[in-house]
T-cell receptor, first 114, second 113 residues
Framework: AQSVTQLGSHVSVSEGALVLLRCNYSSSVPPYLFWYVQYPNQGLQLLLKYTSAATLVKGINGFEAEFKKSETSFHLTKPSAHMSDAAEYFCAVSESGGYQKVTFGTGTKLQVIP | DTAVSQTPKYLVTQMGNDKSIKCEQNLGHDTMYWYKQDSKKFLKIMFSYNNKELIINETVPNRFSPKSPDKAHLNLHINSLELGDSAVYFC????????????FGPGTRLLVL
């Protein structure tokens, strides 16, 4: 069974500082991994995804994530936080083969302090 | 053009009532989903349809009944609403399951009084 754990339900960073949101996964087969962002009162939208190609994945808005199989991690980073990055971030995992559901983590709320 | 739309956006109703939420996608996707997001932002899949066929049916009370009249529409009917049904319900679509990106609607905020 697949699962994903996001460490830290709330993360605060200063504007211009590094953003690091942690995600660890569990999967019995090579996984597909996703980061989604949810702005207030909106649906989720994809930031980036890993589908077994390059292990360093670049996404929208300057975000990137690195797939580390040995650590079962897929942490999300951004070199310099912007006020507009304040949102809820969800890590998610899916597996290949047949009709596979996506399992979402519990989310991390990112606060950006001016 | 809105890719995934839901109606209504807000729904306030009394316990025991029956209500429906509609979802439409204009992306030409084959797969559609219903998710429930609770007050702690936890997002849980409820159902998934592929080309009008039910493919994922999580442990959801049978008061919840999805219906897909065609692959562009997935509606959710809820009977005998309970206080615990209060949540935000999101519809989403993707080309297939697995590695495909899901596109979410704006959500329907349901409040049961």
């Amino acid at each position: 069974a697949q699962s994903v754990t996001q460490l830290g339900s709330h993360v605060s960073v200063s504007e211009g500082a590094l953003v690091l949101l942690r995600c660890n996964y569990s999967s019995s087969v090579p996984p597909y991994l996703f980061w989604y962002v949810q702005y207030p009162n909106q649906g989720l939208q994809l930031l980036l995804k890993y589908t077994s190609a390059a292990t360093l994945v670049k996404g929208i808005n300057g975000f990137e994530a690195e797939f580390k199989k040995s650590e079962t991690s897929f942490h999300l980073t951004k070199p310099s936080a912007h006020m507009s990055d304040a949102a809820e971030y969800f890590c998610a995992v899916s597996e290949s083969g047949g009709y596979q559901k996506v399992t979402f983590g519990t989310g991390t709320k990112l606060q950006v302090i001016p | 053009d809105t890719a995934v739309s839901q109606t209504p956006k807000y729904l306030v109703t009394q316990m025991g009532n029956d209500k429906s939420i509609k979802c439409e996608q204009n992306l030409g996707h084959d797969t559609m989903y219903w998710y429930k997001q609770d007050s702690k932002k936890f997002l849980k899949i409820m159902f998934s349809y592929n080309n009008k066929e039910l493919i994922i049916n999580e442990t959801v009370p049978n008061r919840f009944s999805p219906k897909s009249p065609d692959k562009a529409h997935l509606n959710l009917h809820i009977n005998s609403l309970e206080l615990g049904d209060s949540a935000v319900y999101f519809c989403a679509s993707s080309q297939q399951t697995g590695s495909e990106t899901q596109y979410f609607g704006p959500g329907t905020r349901l409040l049961v009084l």
